[in-house]
T-cell receptor
Framework: SQQGEEDPQALSIQEGENATMNCSYKTSINNLQWYRQNSGRGLVHLIL?????REKHSGRLRVTLDTSKKSSSLLITASRAADTASYFC?????????????FGAGTQVVVTP | DGGITQSPKYLFRKEGQNVTLSCEQN?????MYWYRQDPGQGLRLIYY???????QKGDIAEGYSVSREKKESFPLTVTSAQKNPTAFYLC??????????????FGPGTRLTVT
């Protein structure tokens, strides 16, 4: 069963603009992760935020987590054409999850030059 | 050159045939996973393995089987019992850590088409 739901489903922006996408989940988490997938490829891990953290940065990426609202957001600043990809949030639940993740359906981002 | 390899990249089979997808990792990871991805959708967990000679069913295990005889290898067999096998299959692995920080490393995927 899928936990994360991304919003919007698709996003089209121009180079240099910021891209924001959101993820909501249903039950309490150990951590929330964001992954990127280029068309027809495997997923690449971007960033992990633990349940006791509120914000995390990695380069042009900023992730926030609001456990009271069961939601997270991923912000990509100063987007580039190379950021064109699908972005997925994934959540880890339970004490013995052993790395099991629940993935959302993803946000498809297109960055035009 | 460390990572996860999946072969083949594209696979075509006739309905009623079993097919095995390969997944190998040289990252010395304990855990390995198989996911299925359908167009425009997220990943759904088929099977996962925490340690050699042990594996657990995921959310959609029916019609699939796996083995974990070696730490490096986690092959997935799509059997003829799988009603809708055409999909993109992704293998992943992760380290075991003290805390539940399990980022997963993914292979390039195998696109299976069954006609």
């Amino acid at each position: 069963s899928q936990q994360g739901e991304e919003d919007p489903q698709a996003l089209s922006i121009q180079e240099g603009e910021n891209a924001t996408m959101n993820c909501s989940y249903k039950t309490s988490i150990n951590n929330l992760q964001w992954y990127r997938q280029n068309s027809g490829r495997g997923l690449v891990h971007l960033i992990l935020i633990r349940s006791n953290e509120r914000e995390k940065h990695s380069g042009r990426l900023r992730v926030t987590l609001d456990t009271s609202k069961k939601s997270s957001s991923l912000l990509i600043t100063a987007s580039r054409a190379a950021d064109t990809a699908s972005y997925f949030c994934a959540t880890s639940h339970g004490e013995d999850s052993w790395g099991k993740l629940q993935f959302g359906a993803g946000t498809q981002v297109v960055v035009t030059p | 050159d460390g990572g996860i390899t999946q072969s083949p990249k594209y696979l075509f089979r006739k309905e009623g045939q079993n097919v095995t997808l390969s997944c190998e990792q040289n990252l010395n990871h304990d855990a390995m996973y198989w996911y299925r991805q359908d167009p425009g959708q997220g990943l759904r967990l088929i099977y996962y393995s925490q340690i050699v000679n042990d594996f657990q069913k995921g959310d959609i295990a029916e019609g699939y089987s796996v083995s974990r005889e070696k730490k490096e290898s986690f092959p997935l067999t799509v059997t003829s019992a799988q009603k809708n096998p055409t999909a993109f299959y992704l293998c992943a692995s992760s380290r075991r850590r003290e805390l539940s920080d399990y980022e997963q490393y993914f292979g390039p995927g195998t696109r299976l088409t069954v006609t």
